[in-house]
């Protein structure tokens, strides 16, 4: 999620693609009207300095800017990452305590000549560098249980924002439900009125029909009397 207020930056491939296509015009210009493409070209000059000027003194802003700690989020982040990082420290710390072990022992190994004082000083020292080695292991290990304890807290919170985010949705949503009802019972009172209102017109037309076919038989009918009467 990104903090609020923060605009992104357009990417590498998006600056580039722009820088190309304000090249490709200045070219052009240059050969149509040569005083306009040295106008066009001093102004992006001029847009490029200040858009990295602007860009250098926001990067300053945010190094200096101090998080808000009172947030319950953010203190649980802060403490987190720190803790990710004292991790990795004594990690790193308990590998180089490992080379230097390993590298002692090979010296002593190969020093055949060395005295028995100075084999008891290399094994003393493998000892102690040993302690450390295991020291080193065991902050490490405490600071990753930290921070996954930590990171399951930031979890739970995620989690509980979550929820109240979506009660307020389901709330916004059944707010409206009693309009929902009402528009409900205007459209269905709509369509019974329209299925009536066709109903009588169906019938209206058949009525027409019948009258219509019933005085086309008639006239017909007195037709053929007078041709009959004719005969």
Known sequence: MSAPGNTPSPDTSTKLIVLGIYLTIVILLMRFNPGMSIILLGLGIFA??????????????????????????????????????KEE??????????????????????SVAAGEEERNHATSLIKEFEAE???????????ADCATKLKTLLDRYQLQESIIA????????????????????????????DTIELDTITELGKEVFVSFKAEQAEELRDRLEKLRSSL
């Not at 802060?78 to 990710?84: A, H, P, S, V």
């Not at 420290?89 to 190969?110: H, M, P, V, W, Y």
């Not at 389901?170 to 009125?193: P, V």
């Open 89 to 110: 420290k004594f990690r790193s710390e308990a590998e180089g305590i490992r080379k230097s072990i390993l590298t002692l022992r090979e010296d002593l190994e190969r």
């Open 133 to 143: 080695f295991n020291l080193r292991h065991a902050k490490a290990a405490f600071f």
């Open 48 to 85: 490029g300095l200040g858009y990295y000027a602007f860009k250098e003194q926001d990067d300053l802003r945010k190094k200096f800017t101090k998080p808000d700690t009172t947030d319950f989020a953010t203190r649980v982040k802060l403490r987190y990452l720190d803790c990710q990082e």
């Open 166 to 193: 979506r009660k307020k949705e389901l709330e916004a949503l059944r707010s409206t439900n009693f309009d929902d009802e009402a528009a409900l019972e205007e459209t269905r009172y709509h369509l019974e009125r």
